[in-house]
């Protein structure tokens, strides 16, 4: 006898995604930047060094750039487009680095061989981000510690000096914090595009505090490729 069903008064659908990320760190200077500097280190500073924000902060400043996107703020989505740049920027320069320790690495005599280098304990950190930019700081960041682990293992064997060594870190390190600059200084402003067109109260307002946004970024034909699908619409239509 055929199987018979009964048919359903509703389309059934399946539950929401899900998924979980774990990124390992490895060498300490990867970790100081994961972390930053809160204030309560800067008070107990002589010198009284600023704040250096740290990748949970980046990643929630990046969350809420990509809110205010999505609900029409031209700051956000500028920040968003500086945000894509900046990393891409970022992550190219830590690469080339990476690049030029392993072709030092790569000229040791063939008899050699020298395992992966890692950290006996490693931080392991549960990672979540509402922005796909943000997730794209973590890559950023956990490439650096590959340089730095690259980095460390080439002095440990004579292969580079210390000078040589810290310049590696040091050239990783301040393209990540141009990246964490830009987060740092995005503020939220309750503004919309047609606010800054039109010139509204709360426009003017917001030109004031932040200036003029890109006009590029106004008219649509800037945006980055994760911005949300807003819709944009220039001066001309």
């Given at each position: 006898?055929?199987e018979?069903?009964?048919?359903?008064s509703?389309p059934?659908?399946?539950g929401?995604?899900?998924?979980?990320?774990?990124?390992?760190?490895?060498?300490h200077?990867?970790?100081?930047?994961?972390?930053?500097?809160n204030r309560s280190?800067?008070?107990?500073?002589?010198?009284?060094r600023?704040k250096?924000l740290?990748?949970?902060?980046?990643i929630?400043?990046?969350g809420?750039?990509?809110r205010?996107?999505?609900?029409?703020?031209?700051?956000?989505?500028?920040l968003?487009v500086?945000?894509?740049e900046a990393?891409?920027l970022?992550?190219?320069?830590v690469?080339?680095q990476?690049?030029i320790?392993?072709?030092?690495?790569?000229?040791?005599p063939?008899?050699?061989?020298?395992?992966e280098?890692?950290s006996?304990e490693?931080?392991?950190?549960?990672v979540?981000s509402r922005?796909?930019?943000?997730?794209?700081?973590v890559?950023?960041l956990?490439?650096y510690?590959?340089?730095a682990?690259?980095?460390?293992?080439?002095?440990?064997?004579?292969?580079v000096?210390?000078?040589?060594?810290?310049?590696f870190?040091?050239?990783?390190?301040?393209?990540?914090?141009v990246?964490?600059?830009l987060?740092?200084?995005?503020?939220?402003?309750p503004v919309t595009?047609?606010d800054?067109?039109?010139k509204?109260a709360r426009?003017?307002?917001?030109?004031?505090?932040?200036?003029e946004?890109?006009?590029?970024v106004?008219?649509g034909k800037k945006?980055?490729s994760?911005?949300?699908l807003?819709?944009v619409?220039?001066?001309?239509?």
């Amino acid at each position: 006898m055929a199987e018979q069903t009964t048919p359903q008064s509703t389309p059934r659908r399946s539950g929401g995604l899900v998924s979980t990320l774990t990124v390992e760190l490895h060498s300490h200077y990867a970790i100081r930047l994961w972390e930053g500097r809160n204030r309560s280190e800067e008070k107990r500073t002589p010198d009284h060094r600023p704040k250096i924000l740290g990748m949970p902060e980046a990643i929630s400043r990046a969350g809420y750039a990509g809110r205010d996107a999505a609900a029409g703020n031209p700051y956000g989505d500028e920040l968003l487009v500086k945000l894509e740049e900046a990393i891409q920027l970022a992550t190219g320069k830590v690469q080339e680095q990476v690049r030029i320790i392993e072709k030092i690495i790569a000229g040791i005599p063939a008899s050699i061989t020298m395992s992966e280098v890692t950290s006996s304990e490693p931080l392991n950190l549960d990672v979540f981000s509402r922005s796909p930019l943000g997730y794209r700081c973590v890559w950023l960041l956990v490439h650096y510690d590959q340089l730095a682990l690259k980095a460390f293992q080439a002095f440990h064997y004579g292969l580079v000096s210390r000078s040589q060594r810290d310049q590696f870190l040091d050239k990783g390190s301040k393209a990540i914090r141009v990246v964490y600059g830009l987060l740092q200084n995005y503020r939220t402003v309750p503004v919309t595009y047609d606010d800054i067109r039109h010139k509204t109260a709360r426009g003017l307002a917001a030109i004031k505090r932040l200036g003029e946004p890109d006009p590029a970024v106004m008219s649509g034909k800037k945006r980055s490729s994760f911005s949300p699908l807003t819709a944009v619409i220039s001066e001309e239509d």
